[in-house]
């Protein structure tokens, strides 16, 4: 049973285009965490969000967690090549130290 | 750099061998983790240490895997007589605790781990 689910788990769009990646949960976070992997590379933190209703943009990337603290968004405008790569949502269950992770969502851009 | 590290960066081995896998922390981080990925899925959670306790265990440590942080630094990753399914990333993460904040993780590069 997967704790954090992510949809769509792939995704191809063309250059330009916006898109929105989620992540559902039935367990309530203390925070949750988006990473961005390339192939043969660890994770690299994009952002951290722990606020109920929270929104943090970097660039053309706007992250949002929900109120209840059980679910996330990533929202990308103006897709660029750039972006193409593995997408991870991972938190904290409330009361647990531990860094859980969904099953990805594999973005491609195409120019 | 002084960021996470991890040796072998891949590893080729035979069903049964045994291999070891090492991880140097952030320096001034308390905590450190590993997870197992493999292709096309997240990472999955496997162990993690505060310091050099070892606190938390994931049920996919079978008795072959055995982790150890013995001086509250670098930690390793043993896996006994290898299986085809051990083949996998495996990850290696750091963050510095405090009270009850677990932390932003940094993750290591990975060591590829391929069973023949």
């Known amino acids: 049973t997967q704790l954090l689910e992510q949809s769509p788990q792939f995704l191809s769009i063309q250059e330009g285009e916006n898109l929105t990646v989620y992540c559902n949960s039935s367990s309530v976070f203390s925070s949750l965490q988006w990473y961005r992997q390339e192939p043969g590379e660890g994770p690299v933190l994009l952002v951290t969000v722990v606020t109920g209703g929270e929104v943090k943009k970097l660039k053309r990337l706007t992250f949002q967690f929900g109120d209840a603290r059980k679910d996330s968004s990533l929202h990308i405008t103006a897709a660029q090549p750039g972006d193409t790569g593995l997408y991870l949502c991972?938190?904290?269950?409330?009361?647990?130290?531990?860094?859980?992770f969904g099953q990805g969502t594999r973005l491609t851009i195409n120019p | 750099d002084t960021g996470v590290s991890q040796d072998p960066r891949h590893k080729i081995t035979k069903r049964g061998q045994n291999v070891t896998f090492r991880c140097d922390p952030i320096?001034?981080?308390?905590?450190l983790y590993w997870y197992r990925q493999t292709l096309g899925q997240g990472p999955e959670f496997l162990t993690y240490f505060q310091n050099e306790a070892q606190l938390e265990k994931s049920r996919l440590l079978s008795d072959r895997f055995s982790a150890e942080r013995p001086k509250g630094s670098f930690s390793t990753l043993e896996i006994q007589r290898t299986e085809q399914g051990d083949s996998a990333m495996y990850l290696c993460?750091?963050?510095?605790?405090?009270?009850?904040?677990?932390?932003?993780?940094?993750f290591g590069e990975g060591s590829r781990l391929t069973v023949l």
């Open positions: 991972a938190g904290i269950i409330q009361g647990a130290q531990k860094l859980v």
């Open positions: 993460a750091s963050s510095l605790a405090i009270g009850s904040n677990t932390g932003e993780l940094f």
């Open positions: 320096s001034e981080h308390n905590r």
